[in-house]
């Protein structure tokens, strides 16, 4: 299970790189200006802990069901995927490799891993404060996002979008991403406990 999840992520990305880097040529900005934008997404960028953890898994024996960072990566990854649906699903209309791209990264991987969990659920207990340190991860993203947007004035996501927004907003828009994706890791914990 872990090695179709690990696929279909490292898919996903490598796509979504080949189109960020085409993007960047063709509009003269160069590989290095590609990469740095490929790397400002939340998106991208748990999808690549997500195929980490997932390659790291496949290796072992038991699936990787007690990796540390499982809980973490996979409330990530379907956070992504809720977050794509509720807020961002209207703003564009992606076609052909584009299309193929958002449909792995937003929709299919965070089901596949979703779906991993389920099926091979965590064997040790996980704490009810886990959570809190698996919120780590996008409260990294979260301040990353916006140092490297007050920098360079390029704000991946309109809820964050500080210039636009203003701090205060932007802040609160934070908090709220963050209080769902506690709530989503407590789901899956009281799922894993159900299951196992």
């Known amino acids: 299970m872990a090695a179709i999840v690990a696929a279909l992520a490292w898919m996903g990305l ?10 960047s040529l063709a509009n003269g900005n160069g590989i290095v200006h590609g990469a ?3 790397l400002a997404y939340f998106t991208v960028l748990t999808n690549l802990l997500v195929a980490v953890v997932a390659t790291v898994a496949a290796r072992r024996g038991d699936g990787g069901r ?10 990530a990854i379907v956070l992504v995927g809720l977050g794509y649906f509720l807020l961002l699903r209207g703003l564009a209309d992606p076609e052909g490799l584009d299309w193929l791209s958002n449909l792995l990264l937003h929709y299919v991987v965070p089901l596949a891993a979703l779906a991993w969990w389920l099926v091979l659920p965590p064997r040790r207990r996980i704490a009810a404060t886990e959570p809190w340190r698996w919120l780590r991860w996008p409260a990294f993203y979260a301040a990353y996002a916006l140092v490297r947007g007050a920098i360079s004035g390029f704000y991946p996501y309109p809820f964050i979008d500080m210039a636009a927004l203003g701090i205060t907003r932007t802040l609160v ?3 709220v991403l963050g209080l769902a994706f506690l709530a989503i890791a407590w789901l899956l ?5 159900l299951r196992a």
């Open 189 to 193: 914990r009281a799922l894993a406990r």
């Open 14 to 23: 490598l796509l979504q790189l080949f189109l960020s880097l085409q993007l």
């Open 173 to 175: 828009h934070c908090l």
């Open 66 to 75: 007690d990796l540390p960072w499982r809980g973490c990566a996979v409330s």
């Open 36 to 38: 740095w934008m490929y």
